[in-house]
């Protein structure tokens, strides 16, 4: 019987602790990337006929939207990889 008690024992150390994750943290929305919205924004604009930003010249939002619209003017399929 004694055998069986240090087996029982060894097999309860080995096993992994228990982890708790807070799923509502993990889920939870993420922190908005400006630079990757107004990139999206430039590939809709050319998808929906727009030529004109919205963000000032210069900046690196304004850039950033115009990658999204060349991006979308050099694509074989806009409409279809629309972000």
């Known amino acids: 019987m004694s055998g069986i008690k240090s087996q029982q024992n060894h097999v309860r150390q080995c096993r992994p602790r228990d982890r708790r994750f807070d799923l509502v943290q993990l889920l939870g929305p993420a922190p908005g990337n400006a630079e990757w ?16 930003s919205a963000y000032r010249r210069g900046t690196k939002l304004r850039h950033a939207w115009q990658r999204g619209y060349d991006g979308a ?5 806009a409409v279809r990889l629309m972000l």
């Not at 919205?37 to 004109?52: C, L, Q, Y």
């Not at 003017?73 to 399929?77: I, K, L, Q, V």
């Open 37 to 52: 919205e107004a990139e999206k924004a430039g590939w809709r604009s050319f998808v929906m006929g727009n030529a004109n």
């Open 73 to 77: 003017s050099r694509s074989t399929d």
